[in-house]
């Protein structure tokens, strides 16, 4: 039976834990990550994830000192323009178009969107190079066992690792958070996401679009160019049982649909991916520290897809948790740091998981009366500047 001892046990290899194991080697701490499934790296393959994150400013310039964006920056597509389509009224096609321009608030875009399989891929790449980092895909965390001086943690293999401190990135159903007690609270909304990309004849002109009517919002967000034409990625989210009707569609019918949701902002769409299903939830822990533990991304809080805040939360808290480290490494993983980080983060998480469930639900009205209603709501944001100002900010990180 092997035995590891490390500084940090990353639970979990997804987008998240990658970038938190490359953060804290970074940083100079000796770092093993773990994942029981392989990262798929490859765009069209079974299991690929066919969503895409945009990293905000903040987010940007943390994978930037991480190492990391040098390998991302030339596969990125930036986001100049976060644009609104209301398209609720009787009729499906828009009637209300608000456009939020990063000009207003930076000499920046709002952000850069890349694709999953692609961060898998390049991230898994990057952890490679490293000398303190270990990545061992097709193993898992199974059990915790914690000291107020260390943890030790079992692996699926039967080998154990002592450590300093547990970070959780192993998602919404997270084994560590499990093993340490600790509980969540849960919306579920009935909502499902479909997740894939197309091809446009009219170029997106990096704006990132959506498109408001019933059951959540149609999102288009840009992409580079695939197979010389303008590309999107799409999250689409409707009611769970319309999501797997869309779903189980052949090619010819689902392109008519998306066609129709999209109220051909960029001309007739064209399916240029697999099509992927996601549950969409609400989910928050109850806190985001334990004794050796810090919960971090979807192990502490998952929220739906809207104004690009799931990821860059989760950068968020692997910001304060690293800069806790490194200003005091020798009390790395006590209780004082992970208190702090809890503070820190586990209000400012609450408070924006509660204004995505708002725009959630707004997003989703499916009576008349009350899609005029958001409708005016949209219009008495933009129409005050200094309030659409704050919006935008506050979508970038900033704490209002």
């Known amino acids: 039976m092997q035995t590891y001892d490390v500084d940090i046990l990353v639970s979990g290899g997804g987008v998240a834990g990658l970038t938190a194991a490359a953060m804290f080697g970074q940083a100079g701490f000796s770092v093993l990550c773990v994942d029981p499934t392989p990262p798929v790296t490859e765009r069209d393959v079974q299991g690929s994830d066919m969503r895409t994150t945009a990293f905000l400013q903040p987010s940007q310039a943390l994978l930037d000192e991480a190492g990391v964006w040098a390998r991302l920056a030339d596969e990125a597509a930036p986001l100049q ?47 490679k190079a490293m000398e303190n980092v270990t990545f061992r895909p097709g193993t898992g965390t199974t059990t915790l066992f914690t000291r107020t001086s260390m943890a030790k943690v079992g692996l699926s293999d ?14 919404r159903n997270s084994p560590m958070r499990e093993a340490a ?110 004794e050796r533990i810090a919960l971090v991304a979807e192990a502490a809080h998952v929220v739906p897809p809207i104004g690009a805040q799931g990821l860059n939360m989760s950068l968020g808290d692997m910001r304060v948790l690293r800069d806790l480290a490194v200003a005091r490494p020798e009390g790395l993983g006590d209780a004082k740091m992970l208190a702090e980080f809890n503070r820190q983060r586990h209000r400012e998480v609450q408070v924006r998981a509660a204004g995505i469930d708002v725009l959630n639900r707004a997003s989703m009205m499916s009576s008349q009366t009350m899609r005029n209603l958001r409708a005016t709501g949209l219009n008495a944001i933009y129409s005050l500047a200094p309030v659409r100002k704050l919006m935008m900010q506050m979508g970038l990180g900033a704490r209002g």
């Open 158 to 171: 039967g080998s154990t690792v002592t450590c300093k401190l547990v970070v959780a990135a192993d998602g």
């Open 181 to 290: 007690g600790i509980k969540v609270k849960t919306t579920r909304y009935g909502q499902k996401a479909l997740a894939f990309a197309v091809t446009h004849p009219i170029p997106h002109e990096n704006v990132s679009t959506e498109v408001h009517r019933s059951g959540g919002p149609f999102t288009l967000v840009p992409l580079p160019d695939y197979n010389g034409l303008p590309s999107s990625a799409i999250v689409w989210m409707e009611q769970g049982p319309e999501v797997q009707r869309l779903a189980d569609l052949p090619e010819a019918e689902f392109e008519a649909a998306m066609n129709e949701r999209s109220c051909q902002l960029f001309g007739p769409l064209k399916l240029a991916s697999r099509r992927t299903v996601w549950p969409i939830i609400n989910q928050v822990a109850e806190r985001m520290d334990g």
């Open 81 to 127: 323009i976060m644009r609104i389509v209301d398209a609720g009224g009787v009729e499906a096609e828009p009637r209300i178009v608000k456009d939020f321009n990063a000009s207003d608030i930076s000499d920046k875009p709002f952000g850069w969107n890349l694709p999953n399989w692609l961060l898998r891929r390049e991230l898994t790449a990057h952890l």
